[in-house]
């Protein structure tokens, strides 16, 4: 009796002219497909500032194949209120998520600018044990003078250096810039890449 009832219900939910049909499931389905398509979209604007010319064109391709199928449901029901919020909802969604994906994989490599009055001797010495190109340069700051120590790292890295300059000089002001290209940087050398559960490529372990 149970697995009759069962299937009744899913041939009610899936039969394509049904008012559950048309109420529940495509608006579902509009969502999934408008953040999945907008995940990609923003994962692909990230692989092209990052010089991805390869992996960008594949996005694209997923991405515009998923969109035509969310918009071409909207248009068939231009007076379905319903539609329009699941398409809405998932182009938000998608945007969060491929932004949140993006921090995870941490693609790229960043400057970071230190600037420091206190003597950063024991900061920098770690950074170069560690294995990091470190450029230090004499300034004058308002106060008085002032060290800035330039350094080219992978995104994935930033977090360990924030901790180290926290450490050894925590009141030191730094910055993290975004490029787009770096070559012939002393980097520490890192094991083999792989994904962890969080999704975060563990090139710092």
Same mark, same amino acid.
Not at 132 to 151: D, H, P, R
Not at 185 to 199: A, E
């Given at each position: 009796? =149970?697995?009759?009832?069962?299937?009744?219900? =899913?041939?009610?939910?899936?039969?394509?002219?049904?008012?559950?049909?048309?109420?529940?499931? $495509?608006? $579902?389905?509009? +969502?999934?497909?408008?953040?999945?398509? =907008?995940?990609?979209?923003?994962?692909?604007?990230?692989?092209?500032?990052?010089?991805? %010319?390869?992996?960008?064109? !594949?996005?694209?391709?997923? @991405? $515009?194949?998923? #969109?035509?199928?969310?918009?071409?449901?909207?248009?068939?029901?231009?007076?379905?209120?319903?539609?329009?919020?699941?398409?809405?909802?998932?182009?938000?969604?998608?945007?969060?998520?491929?932004?949140?994906? @993006?921090?995870?994989?941490?693609?790229?490599?960043?400057?970071?600018?230190?600037?420091?009055?206190?003597?950063?001797?024991?900061? !920098? @010495?770690?950074?170069?044990?560690?294995?990091?190109?470190?450029?230090?340069?004499?300034?004058?700051?308002?106060?008085?003078?002032?060290?800035? $120590?330039?350094?080219?790292?992978?995104?994935?890295?930033?977090?360990?250096?924030? @901790?180290?300059?926290?450490? +050894?000089? /925590?009141?030191?002001? +730094?910055?993290?810039?975004?490029?787009?290209?770096?070559?012939?940087?002393?980097? /520490?050398?890192? %094991?083999?890449?792989? #994904?962890?559960?969080?999704?975060?490529?563990?090139?710092?372990?």
């Amino acid at each position: 009796m =149970v697995t009759n009832e069962i299937y009744t219900m =899913v041939n009610t939910i899936l039969d394509i002219n049904s008012e559950t049909f048309t109420l529940v499931v $495509i608006p $579902i389905l509009i +969502f999934l497909a408008r953040l999945i398509d =907008v995940t990609f979209g923003t994962m692909r604007i990230i692989m092209i500032s990052r010089g991805r %010319k390869y992996i960008a064109p !594949i996005l694209a391709f997923c @991405e $515009i194949m998923i #969109w035509l199928f969310a918009i071409s449901q909207v248009v068939q029901h231009l007076t379905n209120i319903t539609y329009y919020l699941a398409y809405g909802c998932g182009y938000a969604t998608g945007t969060f998520i491929g932004i949140l994906i @993006e921090e995870k994989i941490a693609i790229g490599k960043v400057i970071i600018r230190i600037i420091t009055k206190k003597d950063a001797t024991e900061l !920098i @010495e770690h950074l170069r044990n560690t294995g990091y190109g470190v450029t230090i340069f004499e300034g004058q700051g308002a106060t008085g003078s002032v060290k800035l $120590i330039y350094m080219t790292i992978e995104r994935a890295d930033v977090d360990d250096i924030v @901790e180290i300059i926290k450490k +050894f000089n /925590p009141k030191a002001f +730094f910055s993290v810039e975004e490029i787009r290209l770096a070559k012939e940087g002393t980097f /520490p050398l890192k %094991k083999s890449h792989h #994904w962890s559960f969080d999704l975060r490529l563990n090139t710092h372990k």
